[in-house]
């Protein structure tokens, strides 16, 4: 199943695809494919280049890691991502370097890299679903992840599978056509909620 975006103007194809389903096969991912993920992510751009994001690695090639990282999502995620082949905390650090200073743009830096993830992903026929419904304390704690950093997704990594095997009411969800707010109500110009004229 293909669910692509229907766009007002061309763009790149891996994103015209890029598409968070939630039927994964069960097929693994070998680690060199994985890896090449974490390396886009790697080189994508950050505030004074700090790099603050961090990632806690979960595949189905470790059942009991992979539990691990399972038992941190909300059920309602459980119900379809326990076939994705990995399953990946975000966290990011909160301040910036060595410093007391508090980074402000952390979690924009923490989403280009994951941005960055995804594309790479689309381009090894690999899809990325990313879940706000987890436990970010549980996270926390089983990881032992400190305090200046803080949990802030999990991701689903796989290839995609059959729509059928979702349950039902998922299946609804999947089906439903892809909609996204029109340019002249997040691209302004000149003052707060004036659409920018492109075309000048």
Not at 15 to 30: G, N, T, Y
Not at 138 to 143: F, N, V
Request: aromatic share 10%; net charge negative; glycine share 6%.
């Amino acid at each position: 199943m293909e669910n692509l975006a229907h766009t007002t103007l061309p763009i790149h194809e891996l994103l015209q695809r890029r598409w968070s389903p939630r039927a994964f096969s069960e097929k693994l991912i070998d680690p060199e494919t994985l890896t090449r993920l974490f390396e886009a992510a790697r080189w994508s751009p950050s505030w004074r280049n700090d790099q603050p994001w961090r990632f806690i690695v979960a595949t189905r090639g470790n059942e009991t890691e992979f539990q691990k990282m399972f038992a941190c999502l909300k059920p309602g995620n459980q119900h379809w991502a326990g076939k994705a082949a990995a399953l990946v905390a975000v966290v990011t650090k909160l301040q910036y370097g060595h410093h007391e200073e508090p980074n402000p743009t952390t979690y924009y830096d923490a989403g280009q890299a994951i941005a960055h993830l995804t594309v790479e992903a689309m381009n090894n026929d690999l899809y990325v679903h990313q879940m706000g419904g987890v436990d970010r304390p549980k996270i926390r704690e089983i990881y032992g992840i400190p305090a200046e950093y803080n949990p802030i997704v999990v991701i689903a990594i796989g290839y995609l599978g059959q729509i059928e095997d979702l349950a039902e009411d998922i299946q609804q969800r999947e089906r439903r056509e892809r909609v996204r707010k029109p340019l002249d109500e997040i691209v302004f110009s000149g003052e707060w909620e004036n659409p920018a004229d492109l075309a000048d």
